[in-house]
Each structure stands twice: as C-alpha cells, then as structure tokens.
C-alpha cells in the first residue's frame, strides 16, 4: 500500500509536530505486487487518501469489474472522513473511524479508493530544515509479499538527509519510501529528514544575532556608564 500524503509549511523555528499514522487492511483474492498509498492536502483543512493496488508482472488481468481485494482503511484516531456513507463507514465512541470499500480491476486500470479526511498536514509536516513524515500501518491477507510505497508530496525533498528511512525515489514535488509487507503486517514507520545546509544557515544566524545582540548591549552598557560619569562631574 501507499500512503501519500501531503504537509503543511512550518517556519524553521517551530517545532514539527508528530505526524500521526492511518491503517490500512488488505484481503486479496489474487497476489498483489504493490500498494501505493497517496495523499494530497487539497485545501487548508481537508486531506484526500488514496490507494492503488497492482498486480504482478505478467499477472493475468481479472475480469472487468471483479471485486479483487477487499479494503479497510483507518484514520488517525480522532480524524474524521469528510464523508461517512453506512454501512461501509463506521465511527466508533472513542474515536476511530474505518471505510469498507471491495476494489475491482477495470480494462487498462488498477483498482484504487479515494478518502477525504477533515485534516490539515494530514501524515507529515516539513519547513526549510527539518521534515517529518508517516508510513501507514498495514494488514494484508492474501498470497505474495507486497511492496507498500508511501508518497508525499514535498517540494526539494531531495535536500533532506532521510538516512534512517531512506528515499526510494526523490522528484522535484514529491517523494516515495519504500518497505516489503512481510509475515503480512508492518507497524507505522516514521521517516524524518533534515536539510544540513539550512540547518547550519540558521545556525550561524542565531550566532550572528547573539553576537549582535552582545555588542549593542555592550554599546548600551558603555553609554550607561558615560552617563553616569557626566553625572557625578
């Protein structure tokens, strides 16, 4: 499965916070090489999820419109959908929400969902040093070992150092992690990443400031001492 999601801009000074993880649950009829999971932050306050399930290379194509996995997809505890249709969505009392949907493949297509959620930095969070982002966790029932691909849309991702969770691809506007969906389940998974050069940037500039800051209060201090010299003459 893929998680994308897309985060909101924080001044370098603000600390981020930590991004919170959906679920997703996977029973297949058929193996499934890969899960990608999307999101987009398609205004100030609402996320959309999506996620998109790919059969092996050289796999035979279902029929058109045969149910091929079935999917359970769980936000954050206390983020709700935009949209909760009954049966298949159900929000429980302590807060957890979940979405049944049965994906079926369709002539030249992947089967894929879509879901909004009521959230803003929904899954990851970044600014000129540091970035912060959240595979989800994952719950496959079927044969194969599939790939989970999480995508966020984050512009220069490639300037971060995500050397804990490293990149498997960097574009301009978007980054993908890739992990394996072994013994059919994966925890949540963090990636954090920090953009060295900014880093230091900023670094120096707080010394700068410090220095200045020591000098006109020196300058201050001198002026003081001037004044109350004159004073006492």
Not at 103 to 110: I, K, N, Q, V, Y
Request: hydrophobic share 40%.
């Amino acid at each position: 499965m893929l998680f994308l999601v897309t985060a909101g801009l924080y001044p370098s000074t603000t600390q981020l916070p930590v991004p919170l993880s959906s679920t997703l649950a996977l029973q297949a009829t058929r193996p499934v090489a890969s899960i990608t999971y999307e999101v987009d932050q398609i205004s100030s306050y609402v996320a959309e999820m999506k996620v998109t399930i790919l059969l092996p290379v050289g796999a035979p194509i279902p029929p058109a419109n045969t149910p091929a996995v079935g999917l359970v997809v769980s936000p954050p505890i206390g983020t709700s959908f935009t949209t909760c249709p009954a049966p298949a969505c159900r929000s429980e009392p302590n807060g957890v929400s979940s979405w049944k949907v049965l994906l079926a493949f369709r002539p030249f297509t992947s089967p894929n969902g879509t879901f909004s959620v009521r959230a803003h930095g929904f899954g990851g969070t970044y600014n000129d040093v540091n970035a912060s982002v959240v595979a989800p966790a994952v719950i496959y029932h079927g044969s194969g070992t599939p790939t989970l691909l999480t995508q966020y849309n984050i512009p220069d991702d490639a300037k971060y150092d995500w050397s804990v969770f490293p990149l498997a691809f960097a574009g301009l506007t978007f980054a993908t992690w890739s992990e394996p969906v072994t013994s059919g389940q994966i925890s949540a998974r963090v990636a954090d990443g920090t953009d060295f050069a900014n880093q230091g940037k900023d670094t120096y500039h707080t010394f700068l400031a410090g220095v200045i800051l020591g000098l006109a209060g020196g300058a201050l201090l001198t002026a003081l001492q001037e004044t109350l010299d004159a004073n006492k003459k």
